[in-house]
């Protein structure tokens, strides 16, 4: 079945930038997510990319995506401490029908 | 309104009681989903409801009973749950099921005892 990796830790001082990574195994992966979870909260959509993309920007938020290697990047410029949360890359098929999530990163802001 | 109601916050119940997790969205959203979440693991998908039909059971046991009555709102039925069903219950809706964005719920906390 899909499997969906992240390195469960990350910590960051205010200011820098957090590169969160993720690497799947479905090569029939047509849509990548990236998810925040704060404490007790639900699961907030940051971004998405479809395959047939290599980068995607928003905002503070860049999205990299090597399909070869099956790797995908979240990089947040400017790190603060309300970005503090677990974040979650997730692969589907089908858009929302069956997603899989990774393990998850707990990202930990140093002032 | 991009929100997705879900109530009781928290839960604790009996091995033998019966309660029900509510879940309700107004944005015209005709696909409405499950997920369960372990502490410190991602969440898990358990049930797809698609235009108000059950589209994905994810070989969920039949203590979890889904049911859709209209297309704002989703239950999760409870009967005879197990300590290890202890968890956090996320609700989401998207446009389609094939639609790229879902909207989550804030979760229900339930604590089996």
């Known amino acids: 079945g899909e499997d969906v990796e992240q390195s469960l830790f990350l910590s960051v001082r205010e200011g820098d930038s957090s590169v969160i990574n993720c690497t799947y195994t479905d090569s029939s992966s047509t849509y990548l997510y990236w998810y925040k979870q704060e404490p007790g909260a639900g699961l907030q959509l940051l971004t998405y990319i479809f395959s047939n993309m290599d980068m995607k920007q928003d905002q503070r938020l860049t999205v990299l995506l090597n399909k070869k290697d099956k790797h995908l990047s979240l990089r947040i410029a400017d790190t603060q401490t309300g970005d503090s949360a677990i974040y979650f890359c997730a692969e589907s098929n089908f858009g929302n029908e069956k997603l899989t999530f990774g393990t998850g990163t707990r990202l930990t802001i140093i002032p | 309104d991009t929100e997705v109601t879900q109530t009781p916050k928290h839960l604790v119940m009996g091995m033998t009681n019966k309660k029900s997790l509510k879940c309700e969205q107004h944005?015209?959203?005709?696909?409405m989903y499950w997920y369960k979440q372990k502490a410190k693991k991602p969440p898990e998908l358990m049930f797809v409801?698609?235009?108000?039909?059950?589209?994905i059971n994810e070989s969920v046991p039949s203590r979890f009973s889904p049911e859709c009555p209209n297309s704002s709102l989703l239950n999760l039925h409870l009967h005879a749950l197990q300590p290890e069903d202890s968890a956090l219950y996320l609700c989401?809706?998207?446009?389609?099921?094939?639609?790229?964005?879902?909207?989550f719920g804030q979760g229900t906390r339930l604590t089996v005892v």
């Open positions: 409801y698609s235009y108000e039909k059950l589209s």
């Open positions: 989401a809706s998207s446009r389609g099921n094939r639609d790229t964005e879902a909207f």
């Open positions: 944005m015209g959203h005709r696909a």
